[in-house]
Structure formats: structure tokens, C-alpha cells
T-cell receptor, first 117, second 113 residues
Framework: GAVVSQHPSRVICKSGTSVKIECRSLDFQATTMFWYRQFPKQSLMLMATSNEGSKATYEQGVEKDKFLINHASLTLSTLTVTSAHPEDSSFYIC?????????????FGPGTRLTVL | GENVEQHPSTLSVQEGDSAVIKCTYSDSASNYFPWYKQELGKRPQLIIDIRSNVGEKKDQRIAVTLNKTAKHFSLHITETQPEDSAVYFCAASQGNQGGKLIFGQGTELSVKP
């Protein structure tokens, strides 16, 4: 159990376009989802915390107007990178925290490799 | 906010030897400390975690120790195997449901046959 999926797994886009990444919890409900960005050979940097039905909480230095997050249901959160630029190229990973069970365990999605040309 | 420091950044051991990775954290309110293994291009996989009400936890070849007073925790892998080669991340959170994880910088472990 506790499977998180992401779509797409890989995307290449032109500079200036917007890209939407979906994160789904497949077999559990997630009140909270987290979005991370990981540059090559670096750690996971938390971008924002997404709660179902409310506005996301962004970490310091993350532009909320550039990285739009929507958490419309207990199984889906989306991250939209608006007006993408080459410096936004990165590995984007989501994680979900299970509602049931009262544990702290976060389950990670497989990640989305974004390349902006 | 929380800050997690992880050492070493790279670690090379011979197959069968032990490997130890250490992390320190800054926020005394943190009470949940997971360790993740990440292979290249893959998602982080939880390998073991510990909560602040215990000092040590073991799962076969993997163990984690926690020193709350000193605010540090360590991952111990015994009898290392080549398939243990990966990047390992420690993390800390305040552990309430929905608590965000703050990750260490990662340790690239290489186990040589």
C-alpha cells in the first residue's frame, strides 16, 4: 500500500511555457502533500506544503506566483511551473502524508524530470 | 527553522565492512527522524526511522541511534553489500501529522566488492 504516482515522469519544454505536474496518492487519502525540488547531486529542497482545500504554504525563497500549487482533493495535488526558464530545470518530487494511521511517514512519488530549453 | 547537517558527503567501504553516517539537527522540537535511500533518478525510499522517545532502533543490517541531548542521530549499516551503494539522506521533522521534512545534504555510499 501507500503508493504515490506522478505524471509526467519526464517533460521537455521551451522557455516561457508552463508545465503542470500531477501527484496522486493511489491507495490512501492524503491531507497533506509536499513538493520538493532536487538539483543534480544535491539534496531534496522543500518548496511548499499543500493541504487539501486550502492555500499552499511556501518555503522562504520560493515564488508562489511562479510555482502554482493546487490540492483539490485528498488524492491529487498539482504543481504548475509558470513561464519556465532553463534554471527551473530540475527533478521535482512530491510526497504524501497518510490521513489514516496517525503516522509521520511520507510516501514519495517517482519524480518528474523537467528540462527547459 | 530546522537545519540538518549530514556527514560525510561521500563514503567508500569494502563489501562486508560497516558504514556510519551522522546527522545533527538544530530544532529541539523535532521528534521524528527518518532515513531515506535514493538510487540515481529514483524516488527516495524510507529505510528506517526513529522517534524521539527511543534511543535506538534496528532492522536487520540497519540501525539508527538518536541522542536528543546532543541533537544528533546516526545510521549504521553492517555487513555492507554492493547493492547498498546509493545516496542516503537523513531528515528531521516535528512529527505531527503533516510535519514537513527537512533533509540533510546526503551521503553517497559506495560499497566496493
Amino acid at each position: 500500500g501507500a503508493v504515490v504516482s506522478q505524471h509526467p515522469s519526464r517533460v521537455i519544454c521551451k522557455s516561457g511555457t508552463s508545465v503542470k505536474i500531477e501527484c496522486r496518492s493511489l491507495d490512501f487519502q492524503a491531507t497533506t502533500m509536499f513538493w520538493y525540488r532536487q538539483f543534480p547531486k544535491q539534496s531534496l529542497m522543500l518548496m511548499a506544503t499543500s493541504n487539501e482545500g486550502s492555500k499552499a504554504t511556501y518555503e522562504q525563497g520560493v515564488e508562489k506566483d511562479k510555482f502554482l500549487i493546487n490540492h483539490a482533493s485528498l488524492t491529487l495535488s498539482t504543481l504548475t511551473v509558470t513561464s519556465a526558464h532553463p534554471e527551473d530545470s530540475s527533478f521535482y518530487i512530491c510526497s504524501a502524508d497518510s490521513v489514516a494511521g496517525g503516522t509521520d511517514t511520507q510516501y514519495f512519488g517517482p519524480g518528474t524530470r523537467l528540462t527547459v530549453l | 527553522g530546522e537545519n540538518v547537517e549530514q556527514h560525510p558527503s561521500t563514503l567508500s567501504v569494502q563489501e562486508g565492512d560497516s558504514a556510519v553516517i551522522k546527522c545533527t539537527y538544530s530544532d529541539s522540537a523535532s521528534n521524528y527522524f527518518p532515513w531515506y535511500k535514493q538510487e540515481l533518478g529514483k524516488r527516495p525510499q524510507l529505510i528506517i526511522d526513529i522517534r524521539s522517545n527511543v534511543g535506538e532502533k534496528k532492522d536487520q543490517r540497519i540501525a539508527v541511534t538518536l541522542n536528543k541531548t546532543a541533537k544528533h542521530f546516526s545510521l549504521h549499516i553492517t555487513e555492507t553489500q554492493p547493492e547498498d551503494s546509493a545516496v542516503y539522506f537523513c531528515a528531521a521533522s516535528q512529527g505531527n501529522q503533516g510535519g514537513k521534512l527537512i533533509f540533510g545534504q546526503g551521503t553517497e555510499l559506495s560499497v566496493k566488492p
